[in-house]
C-alpha cells in the first residue's frame, strides 16, 4: 500500500468521496500500482453488482401519505 | 427556466408555503433510494411499504408542524427516519431481518418491475437474487452501511451521524463488507 494512502481513502475514492487533489494523486498513484489497481476494479465491479438491483415503492403508498398531508391540512383549517 | 432543477430545499419551502405537488415532486424524487434501502433492511416487500408510508407521514407531520430545521439536506433526514423505524420494528419483533416470509415465499419474486419479455425477467431474476446473496452474507453493521452509502447514497460522514460511530469506522465496515462480498464471489463464483 502506498504510504500516502490507505485503504480506507480507496473507499473514499471509490465512492467519489475523495477530494479534486487526492484523486488525482491516488489515480496516479493506481496507474503505477497494479496490485491497487486490481483491488480498485475489484471494488468498482462489486459496485456495479449492487448496482443491479432497484424497488420502488407501490402507487398506494404514495396516495395514503398525499391522503395524510390532505387530512392534516383540512384538519388545521378547520381548528 | 426550461431545464432547471428545483432544489430539496426550494420544493420544501414550497410545500410549507401550502403547495401539495411540492411534497409530491420531493417523494417521487427520492423514493426509489428510500424504499430500496428500507426494502434491503426488513426483505419483506409489505412491511417495506408500512414503513416506506410511516416514514412520509412522520415528515410531513414534522414539516407541517414547523419543526423541521435545515441543518443538513432533506434526504439524509429522511434517511434517519425510515432507518430508525426499521430499527424500531426489529426491537418491537425482537429478530433480526428474515429472508423469506412467514410461509418460505420470495419475496424477491412478487417486486414490480417493467420488463418486457421474459427474457428480461430471467436476467433481473439472476440479478437480484446475485445482489441479494451477497448483502445477505454480511454481518449487520457492514450490510447497514452498503445500504446506506450504495442505495441511499448518503455520504460516510451521513452515515457515521446516523450509526453513531465514527466516520472511520464506517469507512472500515464498507471496506470489510467490500473484501467479504469479494470472498463470496470467489468461494461461490458468482459472476459479476
Request: net charge negative.
Amino acid at each position: 500500500m502506498n504510504q500516502d494512502f490507505t485503504q480506507l481513502d480507496l473507499i473514499r475514492f471509490i465512492y467519489n468521496e475523495t477530494l479534486p487533489q487526492e484523486s488525482k494523486a491516488i489515480r496516479e498513484w493506481i496507474s503505477k500500482d497494479w496490485e491497487a489497481l486490481d483491488l480498485v476494479n475489484e471494488y468498482k465491479r462489486i459496485q456495479d453488482t449492487l448496482d443491479g438491483f432497484h424497488a420502488q415503492p407501490s402507487p398506494t403508498s404514495i396516495r395514503i401519505i398525499m391522503e395524510h398531508n390532505h387530512n392534516m391540512e383540512e384538519m388545521e383549517t378547520s381548528c | 427556466m426550461q431545464g432547471q432543477i428545483i432544489s430539496d430545499k426550494e420544493l420544501l419551502c414550497e410545500f410549507q408555503n401550502g403547495n401539495e405537488s411540492a411534497l409530491e415532486l420531493l417523494i417521487n424524487r427520492h423514493k426509489e433510494k428510500i424504499f430500496t434501502s428500507i426494502y434491503l433492511f426488513v426483505r419483506d416487500h409489505y412491511l417495506a411499504e408500512d414503513i416506506f408510508q410511516d416514514t412520509f407521514i412522520k415528515v410531513v407531520d414534522t414539516i407541517r408542524k414547523g419543526k423541521y430545521k435545515e441543518e443538513g439536506k432533506f434526504l439524509p433526514w429522511v434517511m434517519r427516519i425510515s432507518h430508525n423505524l426499521c430499527i424500531d420494528h426489529f426491537r418491537k419483533t425482537k429478530r433480526t431481518p428474515k429472508v423469506t416470509t412467514s410461509d418460505g415465499f420470495d419475496i424477491f419474486k412478487v417486486l414490480k418491475f417493467s420488463d418486457t419479455n421474459a427474457e428480461d425477467a430471467l436476467i433481473r431474476d439472476q440479478s437480484h437474487n446475485k445482489v441479494r446473496r451477497l448483502v445477505e452474507s454480511l454481518p449487520q453493521e457492514q450490510k447497514e452501511v452498503v445500504i446506506l452509502r450504495h442505495y441511499a447514497n448518503l455520504s460516510f460522514k451521513e452515515i457515521a451521524r446516523i450509526t453513531d460511530v465514527s466516520i472511520n469506522t464506517a469507512l472500515g465496515r464498507m471496506r470489510y463488507a467490500l473484501i467479504n462480498m469479494r470472498k463470496l464471489i470467489e468461494e461461490k463464483q458468482i459472476s459479476i
